[in-house]
């Protein structure tokens, strides 16, 4: 089945700790982003990616990291100089071109600093 | 900017009451817009979508008309149950990043 899985589904972080969040599709999609959502708030746009080995910041990109060196991969590295990461963290993709296409979500994963 | 504004919450219901949440968007250029639901725990799904004014988008029931004149895109069902209970996302996407609204979350009582 085509999708988009995001793992650890839960992850926890020591303080000063780097942590890497997975997210890999097989919907071939060009577009790739990650978002932060806190609880009773909306998406914070954090990176995304049109194309392959690039990508932007988005709004809140301060303390994160991507790399996009597959199309079908797009990892979320959240440093230790996020000073507040505890968060629900969603991958999501959709097809380059089209004005219209929709984004696909992951489960997400939910990050918790220790 | 682009951005999105929608009816804050929290909104309860009885079932089969009829539900509206208003959604209204700011937008260079012609978007495409789309509503999203989250279950606890659970990433978004989409619920609908319309790519051009005039549009109407549906599926389980729940209906919105893209209307360029007054920029809306409200969420309409006739008679909700209890499965409906969710957080619903608007959104707008116009061909660089997709921008969400901070959601309205919606508990339907039996």
């Known amino acids: 089945d085509g999708g988009i899985t995001q793992s650890p589904k839960y992850l926890f972080r020591k303080e000063g700790q780097n942590v890497t969040l997975s997210c890999e599709q097989n919907?071939?999609?060009?577009?790739m982003y990650w978002y932060r959502q806190d609880p009773g708030q909306g998406l914070r746009l954090i990176y995304y990616s049109q194309i392959v080995n690039d990508f932007q910041k988005g709004d809140i990109a301060e303390g994160y990291s991507v790399s996009r060196e597959k199309k079908e991969s797009f990892p979320l590295t959240v440093t230790s100089a996020q000073k507040n990461p505890t968060a629900f963290y969603l991958c999501?993709?959709?097809?380059?071109?089209?004005?219209?296409?929709?984004?696909?979500f992951g489960q997400g994963t939910r990050l918790t600093v220790v | 900017g682009d951005s999105v504004t929608q009816m804050e919450g929290p909104v309860t219901l009885s079932e089969e009451a009829f539900l509206t949440i208003n959604c209204t968007y700011t937008?260079?250029?012609?978007?495409?817009l789309f509503w999203y639901v989250q279950y606890p725990g659970e990433g978004l799904q989409l619920l609908l979508k319309?790519?051009?004014?005039?549009d109407k988008g549906s599926n389980k029931g729940f209906e919105a008309t893209y209307r360029k004149e007054t920029t809306s895109f409200h969420l309409e069902k006739g008679s909700v149950q209890v499965s409906d209970s969710a957080v619903y996302f608007c959104?707008?996407?116009?061909?660089?990043?997709?921008?969400f609204g901070t959601g309205t979350s919606l508990t339907v009582i039996p």
């Open positions: 959104a707008l996407y116009t061909g660089n990043q997709f921008y």
């Open positions: 319309a790519t051009k004014a005039d």
């Open positions: 999501a993709s959709r097809e380059g071109q089209m004005v219209k296409s929709e984004a696909f």
């Open positions: 919907l071939n999609h060009d577009a």
């Open positions: 937008a260079t250029g012609y978007p495409s």
